[in-house]
């Protein structure tokens, strides 16, 4: 084992610890003023808000694929873009030990897209006690305003909570991204506390944070010399796969870890 491997084997209960306290604490939260509440853009706002079909093929085609694999029952859904698709149906299987599983994840989704899918599927012939969500990178990517991403996720979760008023809600935030992790940094961090906040204004959600440094290996906020200079920063994050957006297998049994802390 590598000085880092151990390193980081090291740190991991530090951080399952941290998550899981903010769990437990996340409801107690203080409110903070979100930027869904500042003068954002209205169009802006609108765009994330409003439901609509997605515009590109291939997502289209992940939400027909979804649909063929509609559970038949499930006490625990996954729901939200890609990084929810993703997510090994093992990985995932070994937080609900014993429940009825389903992945409603399709790659590619924006927010609004996800608040599209919420009014088509059959959801009434589910009701899942948990639902896990990760969801907003691709708004990032599109560049939509942090102040519209907040409001579209707290739409998406009224929608979920509305659908399925007996779940509760376990929220991730937004997972770093980028060849140093540092991709739409500033817009992240933004949303990210808005979703930190909102345990404290939804009772139903538990939110998943605190998780970044750990996901990324210790590489997030690497300098920028290691993009100028790759050959002195060969070390990978096992965590993420080339694209340093989507996650591994390994990558995704981080996450089961941190979300099994608090599901237990």
């Not at 995932?92 to 599209?116: E, H, M, T, Y």
């Not at 690497?222 to 920063?233: A, C, L």
């Not at 993420?240 to 989507?246: A, E, K, P």
Request: with cysteine; hydrophobic share 40%; aromatic share 10%.
């Amino acid at each position: 084992m590598s000085a880092f491997q151990t390193h980081l084997s090291l740190q991991q209960s530090k951080y399952a610890i941290l998550v899981f306290t903010t769990l437990l604490a996340g409801i107690f939260l203080s409110h903070r003023p979100s930027h869904a509440a500042d003068n954002c853009d209205v169009y802006e706002t609108r765009v994330v808000t409003t439901p609509a079909p997605p515009q590109w093929g291939p997502t289209y085609k992940n939400y027909d694929a979804m649909l063929a694999k509609f559970p038949t029952k499930a006490d625990a859904i996954l729901f939200g873009d890609s990084l929810a698709e993703g997510w090994p149906t093992e990985s995932f299987r070994s937080i609900f030990p014993g429940k009825a599983i389903g992945n409603l994840g399709v790659g590619g989704d924006l927010i609004q897209n996800a608040l599209w899918r919420l009014e088509q599927m059959p959801v009434s012939e589910i009701s899942p006690e948990t639902i896990v969500m990760i969801l907003g990178t691709n708004n990032l990517k599109a560049r939509s305003k942090p102040c519209a991403i907040e409001a579209g996720l707290t739409k998406a979760v009224e929608k979920l909570h509305e659908i399925w008023p007996q779940a509760v809600i376990y929220m991730f935030t937004i997972p770093p991204r980028g060849k140093i992790f540092n991709d739409f940094e500033a817009d992240r961090q933004a949303v990210n506390s808005f979703i930190e906040t909102m345990p404290s204004q939804n009772s139903y959600v538990r939110t998943v944070t605190g998780f970044d440094d750990l996901i990324a290996c210790g590489m997030r906020g690497t300098d920028q010399m290691q993009s100028w200079f790759p050959n002195y920063f060969p070390d990978k994050c096992a965590n993420y796969r080339d694209d340093s957006l989507h996650l591994t297998s390994a990558g995704y049994d981080v996450l089961s870890g941190i979300l099994k802390q608090g599901n237990n």
